[in-house]
């Protein structure tokens, strides 16, 4: 490649040096192709020269491993060298008017003497941040993500200096699930090098929802006037006492940015009686449903309507997020007021962990379809990577090494499945008392199956009557692989699949066919 992460950095064994780099540069600005693909690093960048996208290309042999310092734990197999989760190639859509370029990641994966590759199954296409319009739910960047990491001289390819890197594989794993929406903290938006990231990422298709514990401050608010469209909403967290004095803060925040505006509360142990939470020294915010009369005194009697367009709330664990999602677009039409809802990954406790990929991947697909349901909503999960250290540990979409886990193939498969599709609420069901929860997709009824339990199981039982005839077409969308295969329901209105194999372990979606009850 011209150069892996700045145009201006030393030369080195992984770009070219001077003059060849700037003479290759002045040629594609030049001409303008529409991306430049390069390998050699085998490991994943990506920036862009004018309107030129440019992509650093990983391999399917081995891992450059010196770059395994992105990490914050150890390396996988071979130092990293067999770090197999990074293994693959990109497969390009070339359209009409720009291109999307998807990453297979291959796993290390491949034929033994004399095997031969199985026949394809039918899949759900890939998806892409790019074209994931659908993608309501957004994701909380706690850890860094456009991260420079000072890449140790080991003696392989560098012996006499250290050379610096950034870390672009949050971004990849960002697309990879197709979504959008993203929540970062305002030191990110002061940042100049990481604005600049983060107006590569809007032209991306993201869009950015900034939070800041207070107003920000009128440094801060100048930078309005250089980066006008980067920012789609602020989130302002404040004690409540503090609420009634910033409303005309608030409100020329608004005015001025021409984005959105949520405020947060920042909890006291005096809040305890509305969300049932014991008080501790450990910060959280947002208000619960259960605030209501609160927050109808806060909008009227204290001048904040007008000057905000909603409150920011947050999802326990231990509530149903398609129960409390609703919940909260009812009372957000009572109050005419906009939601922003914090699905959290995370305990109430900062000594419990939740660790469990399968109780994390059917969270995470019951949110997406509730918000799918509920578009007045702003969602964001309160976890991108995992939090393996510290308080709260949980795991998110991405592990330490940021290779995907369950609930990011879940959020992407979903959204494969359903994006540009009429969507609507199917009644007489209480999820309450069911792994199921249903919808109509284009007039036709769906079923989003969560399993209690990952063992793999040969029926479907405890469908309502008359959702779908038995010699209705089901269709099973596999929401971990991607996979689709046949079922068929039997007289006693129980699903099992076609042909000698079980159902799917982990959230599926099932397409019940024509003939469902009205």
């Not at 991260?147 to 006499?160: N, P, S």
């Not at 930078?223 to 980067?230: E, F, G, H």
């Not at 609420?425 to 009824?445: K, Q, T």
Request: net charge negative; proline share 5%.
């Amino acid at each position: 490649p011209p150069y892996v992460t700045d145009r201006n950095e030393r030369g080195t064994y992984d770009n070219i040096d001077e003059p060849g780099r700037s003479w290759l540069l002045d040629l594609v600005a030049k001409h303008r192709p529409e991306a430049l693909f390069a390998g050699h690093v085998h490991n994943f960048w990506y920036d862009a020269i004018g309107g030129t996208s440019m992509y650093l290309l990983p391999a399917t042999s081995f891992l450059r491993h010196d770059y395994t310092e992105f990490y914050r734990v150890a390396p996988a197999r071979e130092y990293g060298r067999g770090d197999a989760g990074k293994f693959g190639y990109f497969l390009v859509d070339v359209h009409e008017n720009g291109h999307i370029a998807h990453c297979v990641r291959t796993q290390g994966a491949e034929l033994a003497a004399g095997e031969t590759l199985e026949a394809p199954r039918e899949r759900l296409p890939a998806v892409h941040t790019r074209t994931n319009a659908c993608a309501t739910v957004g994701v909380d960047l706690r850890h860094p993500w456009a991260e420079l990491v000072e890449i140790a001289a080991t003696g392989g390819v560098q012996e006499f200096e250290r050379k610096l890197a950034r870390n672009d594989y949050p971004l990849l794993a960002l697309w990879e699930m197709g979504a959008r929406r993203l929540r970062v903290p305002i030191q990110d938006w002061l940042d100049d090098r990481v604005r600049a990231r983060m107006r590569l990422l809007r032209d991306m298709g993201h869009e950015f929802l900034v939070y800041s514990y207070g107003l920000p401050t009128d440094e801060a608010l100048r930078l309005l006037d250089v980066a006008t469209d980067l920012v789609s909403a602020f989130e302002i967290v404040l004690a409540r006492a503090h609420m009634p004095a910033s409303a005309a803060g608030l409100a020329r925040l608004r005015e001025r940015s021409g984005s959105q505006v949520y405020l947060s509360k920042l909890r006291m142990h005096e809040d305890a009686k509305f969300d049932g939470s014991k008080f501790s020294h450990f910060i959280n915010h947002g208000f619960v449903a259960a605030e209501r009369e609160q927050m109808v005194e806060l909008l009227d009697a204290k001048g904040l309507r007008g000057a905000v367009d909603g409150f920011a709330f947050r999802v326990p664990r231990r509530e149903s997020p398609s129960q409390a999602l609703s919940a909260l677009a009812r009372l957000g039409a009572e109050l005419d007021l906009g939601v922003l809802a914090h699905v959290r990954l995370a305990g109430e406790s900062p000594a419990d962990a939740y660790t469990d990929d399968h109780a994390n991947a059917c969270r995470v697909a019951d949110t997406v379809l509730a918000n799918l349901l509920q578009p007045s909503i702003s969602t964001f999960f309160d976890t991108f990577m995992d939090v393996d250290r510290g308080y709260f540990p949980r795991n998110g979409f991405i592990d330490r090494r940021y290779d995907p886990r369950p609930a990011s193939r879940v959020y992407a498969n979903l959204h494969a499945a359903l994006a540009g599709r009429r969507i609507e609420a199917l009644a007489g069901h209480d999820a309450a008392a069911s792994s199921l929860r249903l919808a109509r997709v284009d007039g036709e009824p769906v079923a989003l199956v969560l399993p209690e339990d990952p063992q793999a199981a040969w029926a479907v039982t405890g469908l309502p009557a008359g959702l779908a005839r038995p010699d209705a077409s089901v269709l099973v969308a596999d929401l971990q692989t991607g996979v689709i295969s046949k079922a068929s329901i039997a007289e006693n209105n129980a699903l099992r699949m076609s042909g000698d194999e079980p159902l799917p372990r982990g959230p599926y979606l099932l397409r019940l066919g024509n003939g469902g009850r009205g």
